[in-house]
């Protein structure tokens, strides 16, 4: 997951801001984001299927 933000956050481009919505997996905590000055964690409600057809 860190592999993939450090991705998210070199695409980014100067002066712009990156937002990755997340599901409850255990592994998609809201502090994994805490490294990038440029990428931001939202997660989904606990259970939220209108927003997550997965579920």
């Given at each position: ?27 998609h905590t ?25 579920e």
């Amino acid at each position: 997951m860190i592999d993939h933000l450090k991705q998210i956050s070199s695409a980014t481009d100067k002066g712009r801001h990156a937002v990755v919505i997340m599901d409850g997996a255990g592994w998609h905590t809201e502090d994994i984001a805490n490294e990038f000055e440029n990428v931001s964690i939202i997660k989904l409600p606990p259970y939220s299927p209108e927003l997550n057809p997965i579920e």
